[in-house]
Structures are given as C-alpha cells and as structure tokens.
C-alpha cells in the first residue's frame, strides 16, 4: 500500500509519541507481525505496522487523523506479537491522546464519545457499567433510538444487566483515574 508523508520541517511527530508511550520506535524492522494479528487491520487505511513506518518516516500530525486510533479496539495484540517488544498499543493510545489534544479532524463516527463514556463508568463504578454507558453515548451522539432493536434479546440472553455491578475495585478505580488528571495537568 503506498503511504503518503508531507515533508516536516521538524522530526515529525515520533519524538512525542515515544515520549507518552515509553516505546522505543527506532528498534522496528518492518516485519509486519503486528498488522497480521491486528484484528482491525483489513478495515483500515494504515494497519499498525505502516503506523509504524509512517512515525519513521517523519510524519507531522496528519497521522492524528488515520483511522485506525478509532477502529482500534485495544486488544494489545500488535504489543504481544511484536518480536522487537515494542507496546504498539501504547503507541496507539499515545496517537489517539494527541488527536483529541490537537482537535484531530478526521475521527470515525463517535468513537471519541464512546471511549469518554466508557472511561467515565470504569471511573464511577470500577468496572464497566453497560447501561450508564449507553445512556451517556446516546444522550451525547443523540442517536436514542439507534440499536434499540437488538435491546430485549441481549437482556434476555444476559448479555446486558440493568443494574450496575458492585464487584469493581471502585477505590482503585479512582485513584488511577485521579493520578492520570494530576499528570495531564502536570503536562505530563
Ligand atoms: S511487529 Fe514490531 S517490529 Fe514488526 S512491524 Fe510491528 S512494530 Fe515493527
Ligand atoms: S491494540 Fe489496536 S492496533 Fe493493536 S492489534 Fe489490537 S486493534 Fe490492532
């Protein structure tokens, strides 16, 4: 697949990006294991090792718009496949930060609003609450009536519960959501 790079006057964007992530770039060979275990990687643009590549070559903060920070479900497989030990996930939550840092114009649909409302129930609850979840992302994408169909069957198949679990750590919870509000406004 061709990659496209506008010229930087700078080095691009890759000295941010290893900062956040703590990976060391400059160690990847290419070998592409990460694209094939990528679950998304056939619907994207650029799969994580063309990322990769694209970090390489300098890109400045047009890669804050590839598709993939929003696709990317997380899974951390690219980290675990990568022979050289590089947390390509890391790299990934690195990117998506400095998207919505820089306004990133191009993000899919409202992933952006899923991954806030989700955040915000792991942070209230300790674990993932699906309805809080589905209300927050609804009320914010005011889309209420979207996927309402499939509602009764995940209940009944117990794949949703109405109330929230009490299981989670919720003390722990708090605290890691606290100490990473301490570093952003640390600039950290
Ligand atoms: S698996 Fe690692 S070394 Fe191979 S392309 Fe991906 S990041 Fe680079
Ligand atoms: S963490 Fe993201 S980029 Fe890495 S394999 Fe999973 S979906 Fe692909």
Redesign the pocket.
């Known amino acids: 697949m061709a990659i496209t790079i506008k010229k930087q006057k700078s080095g691009g964007i890759i000295d941010e990006v290893q900062k956040i992530s703590g990976a060391d770039l400059s160690v990847c060979f290419q070998c592409k294991k990460?694209?094939s275990?990528?679950?998304?990687?056939k619907l994207v643009k650029y799969?994580?090792s063309e990322i990769m590549r694209r970090l390489h070559l300098k890109a400045g903060k047009e890669i804050l718009e590839s598709d993939?920070l929003w696709?990317?479900?997380?899974?951390?497989?690219?980290?675990q496949?990568c022979p050289m030990g590089i947390d390509?996930?890391a790299v990934?939550d690195a990117l998506r930060k400095l998207a919505l840092e820089n306004g990133a114009s191009k993000q899919e649909g409202n992933v952006p609003l899923f991954n806030k409302a989700f955040l915000k129930t792991v942070e209230i609850f300790g674990r993932s609450y699906d309805m809080a979840m589905i209300a927050a992302y609804k009320a914010g994408s005011r889309k209420f009536m979207a996927d309402t169909e499939k509602f009764p069957t995940m209940l009944k198949k117990r794949k949703i519960s109405l109330l929230p679990s009490f299981k989670g750590d919720r003390k722990t919870a708090k605290r890691i959501f606290q100490m990473a509000k301490l570093k952003k406004g640390a600039g950290k």
Do not use: D, K, L, Q
């Not at 275990?37 to 990687?41: A, L, N, T, Y």
């Not at 696709?71 to 980290?79: A, F, G, Q």
């Open positions: 990460c694209s275990g990528c679950p998304v990687s799969p994580p993939i696709v990317c479900v997380s899974c951390e497989t690219c980290s496949r390509v996930a990934m």
